[in-house]
């Protein structure tokens, strides 16, 4: 079998249609490193394999039109920066989350992230010409405590980004907190890795003394 069928077959059968595909991260069995880029190159100038965005590549689904399946950022983003494999390593923080709780009408101008995978406080990158903010987080990231993070992130800044104020922002952060099954009790273990305005944050929108407060 030809290397670039090689390839092709190992792909087709680890990865799904519409799959982010890293090509750092591609080990073709008895097929040099050096050898994989090249053929990504010829599989990529044959139609079989699509480019997303440098080292980023997918299988084209079918598609009734011309120019074919086009991958989701969204899916690119969740791969690269917020899963390490199946287990959670990052989470959407800035504007994102203040937008998607009804809090502010600002659109991220940016996708702003919290990641383990980032290697400085805070870097710039762009990704298929979307500019990418990523910072680490205040504390390492796992899967049991992903949702609360991303929580206090956003208490973190909420005078700046949110619109909304006193009873109503109260009451859509008690929602959200009983909707994620987030507990006072939760939060408390990471409050201390955090700047110290969070405690004035969460006193004057009444969640300083948990959710009954």
């Keep these: 079998m030809a290397q670039n069928e090689t ?53 084209p689904a079918k598609s009734m039109f011309r120019s074919g399946s086009v991958l989701s950022v969204d899916e690119v983003i969740r791969r690269k920066y917020l899963m390490d494999g199946d ?11 203040a937008n998607q709780l009804g809090l502010t009408s600002q659109v991220p101008g940016a996708y702003e992230i919290c990641t383990n995978k980032a290697t400085t406080d805070y870097r710039e990158t762009r990704l298929a010409n979307l500019k990418v903010v990523l910072r680490k987080p205040y504390y390492r990231v796992d899967k049991d405590n992903v949702t609360t993070l991303q929580f206090l992130d956003l208490l973190r800044e ?11 922002l109260k009451e859509r952060l008690i929602s959200y907190m009983q909707k994620k099954k987030i507990r006072f009790d939760d939060m408390e273990p990471f409050l201390r890795y955090y700047p110290d305005r969070i405690y004035k944050n969460m006193y004057e929108v009444g969640l300083l003394n948990g959710v009954s407060s």
């Design 158 to 168: 909420i005078g700046e980004i949110s619109e909304t104020e006193g009873e109503e």
């Design 87 to 97: 287990t959670p390593c990052g989470y959407m923080c800035g504007v994102y989350l």
């Design 7 to 59: 390839v092709y077959a190992f792909l087709t059968k680890t990865y799904k249609p519409n799959e982010p595909i890293f090509l750092s991260e591609v080990r073709v069995p008895r097929v040099k490193e050096s050898s994989v880029r090249q053929q990504f190159k010829k599989l990529t100038e044959e139609g079989l394999l699509k480019r997303f965005d440098t080292g980023v590549y997918y299988l």
